[in-house]
T-cell receptor
């Protein structure tokens, strides 16, 4: 089993839909992250959770709502998205809060908003 | 704030030839530096990292990188490229207590020709 698992791999949703992305890590890490990867743009950090507490919210629109029920699971709830939100959403985890703890990424969810 | 630049958007290299990918960073102190690789449809995989000590670091898949403080660079190299090295490569910089808030470069797409 891979260290960080994301589901679904692909998601197509309309602008009025509500959906959720799921991430699960099997590495025993205590921090989890959501990153957005858009075409031709660097990865953008969206949210950071440490020990299930949100420690970073990088000016992300409220139509994205994260949830971290425990240290192994992370969700990203989506509602009333815009076409420009179409992107690859990557979940990552790390051990500890220091910058020298490498991120371990999942394979991402490819989101298309129609 | 830290930043990172990857000057080459796209590189084409013949199989068996050497490869060097450039990365320049901006940070006030000694940064934490990373190289990640992303194959199509996959998440990011850590190739190697530099925190301190020996400025030449070895990574997985035969890659190495050299930290040059005077040039604010952390270039990635591989002596002999294999077709499976075709992917997108990302340089990233982090800071102590940065909660995994890595600043990623825009990436370099590597194409390997027979």
């Amino acid at each position: 089993e891979t260290g960080v698992t994301q589901t679904p791999r692909h998601l197509v949703m309309g602008m009025t839909n509500k959906k959720s992305l799921k991430c699960e890590q099997h590495l025993g890490h205590n921090a989890m992250y959501w990153y957005k990867q858009s075409a031709k743009k660097p990865l953008e950090l969206m949210f950071v959770y440490s020990l299930e507490e949100r420690v970073e919210n990088n000016s992300v629109p409220s139509r994205f709502s994260p949830e971290c029920p425990n240290s192994s699971h992370l969700f990203l709830h989506l509602h009333t998205l815009q076409p420009e939100d179409s992107a690859l959403y990557l979940c990552a985890s790390s051990q500890g809060q220091r910058g020298d703890s490498p991120l371990h990424f999942g394979n991402g969810t490819r989101l298309t908003v129609t | 704030a830290q930043s990172v630049t990857q000057p080459d958007i796209h590189i084409t290299v013949s199989e068996g030839a050497s490869l060097e990918l450039r990365c320049n960073y901006s940070y006030g102190a000694t940064p934490y530096l990373f190289w990640y690789v992303q194959s199509p449809g996959q998440g990011l995989q850590l190739l190697l990292k530099y925190f301190s000590g020996d400025t030449l670091v070895q990574g997985i898949k035969g890659f190495e990188a050299e930290f040059k403080r005077s040039q604010s660079s952390f270039n990635l190299r591989k002596p002999s490229v294999h077709w499976s090295d075709a992917a997108e490569y990302f340089c990233a910089v982090g800071a102590p207590d940065s909660w995994g808030k890595l600043q990623f470069g825009a990436g370099t797409q590597v194409v390997v020709t027979p």
